[in-house]
């Protein structure tokens, strides 16, 4: 529409300067940043984030908005159905556009053909952590208990589909355990329980379990990167731990309603772009041991359709349920 509009300007002669105010009329109101889980878990740590950078930039209110439920496709949802004006925006992660369209047989939106990508924005490692109560201190450990007590042990994800549902699914299919799931609407809920000893073991982002962690009322046994993290130099990965093809890092990322105007996921991806240059940004997300990204729209399209492929694989070795 936007652009019809446009080329209907150029027809009758509409000054440069007129179209400009056209071309940089969002934000109009304030932009809503949907995090499809809970309060408390990375999604939103990471989102009140770009929230932040983002309305400072356009001195516009973008709020972030929390709508959890049946692994974060709820709060999905809602943004393929919204108007595709820019205004409500999906933050999206490896669960929601990469391993949802594989394991919900009937979801109400296709996760490529209604959604317009903006860019990546960042990278959190994951964490293996698990309660204090479990007599497991290594990778090691914790395989020989889950392989002597086979369906014994429970584990906490933020709900099926989400990150650390599949970070633990893929764990078990690598080191052949059988560990029972517990879901939550989010990694904030799912902590309560874990906190409290009525799951043991989790694999999630460093942000919400680093405070646990430095407490005590966590403990950390691995990472889920490639490589160790410059925070915990002492904390191996899963993979040099003897499962070398395990890694999981939950990537993030901004995507808006597919028919959104070009110029506007546009002006939305520079915007990204120029927060990630930040050193402030940059030590913010240092801070919770993540990695800038960024990206142009296509090259985030094309790694979401990577991903799906990718974790299709998985999910059907790992012979993860379908809903
Ligand atoms: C959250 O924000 O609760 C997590 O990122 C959810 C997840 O594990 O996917």
Do not use: C
């Amino acid at each position: 529409m936007r652009r019809e509009l446009a080329a209907a300007a150029l027809a009758v002669g509409i000054p440069a300067a007129a179209q400009q105010a056209h071309a940089q009329a969002f934000p109009s109101k304030p932009v809503r940043i949907i995090v499809p889980f809970a309060p408390g878990g990375s999604t939103d740590i990471v989102a009140r984030l770009i929230a932040r950078g983002l309305g400072e930039a356009w001195r516009q209110q973008v709020l972030v908005e929390n709508r959890p439920g049946a692994g974060g496709t709820i709060g999905v949802d809602h943004v393929a159905k919204s108007p595709p004006d820019g205004h409500a925006l999906i933050f999206g992660h490896v669960g929601t556009f990469g391993f949802g369209p594989s394991l919900y047989s009937k979801l109400p939106y296709d996760a490529v053909k209604d959604f317009a990508p903006i860019g990546l924005f960042t990278a959190v490692p994951n964490m293996l952590a698990v309660h204090p109560s479990l007599p497991a201190r290594s990778v090691k450990e914790l395989v020989a208990l889950a392989r002597a007590r086979p369906g014994a042990l429970n584990y906490a994800s933020a709900g099926n589909g989400s990150a650390s549902h599949l970070a633990v699914e893929y764990f078990k299919l690598l080191t052949a355990t059988d560990i029972v799931a517990i879901s939550y609407r989010g990694t904030g809920p799912m902590l309560v329980d874990m906190l409290a000893g009525h799951t043991v073991l989790t694999i999630t982002g460093v942000p919400p379990l680093a405070p646990y962690v430095a407490s005590g009322r966590l403990r950390a046994i691995a990472v889920g990167s490639t490589s160790r993290l410059p925070r915990y130099p002492g904390l191996p990965t899963v993979a040099e731990s003897g499962y070398p093809e395990y890694e999981v890092t939950t990537w993030y990322g901004l995507l808006a309603p597919a028919k959104t105007p070009r110029e506007t996921i546009l002006q939305i991806n520079s915007e990204l772009s120029r927060m990630l240059a930040r050193p402030d940004v940059r030590d913010a997300l240092a801070q919770q041991a993540a990695e800038p990204m960024g990206s142009t729209p296509e090259a985030f399209g094309a790694h979401i359709q990577r991903e799906i492929v990718r974790w299709a694989r998985v999910i059907k070795a790992a012979g993860v349920p379908i809903e």
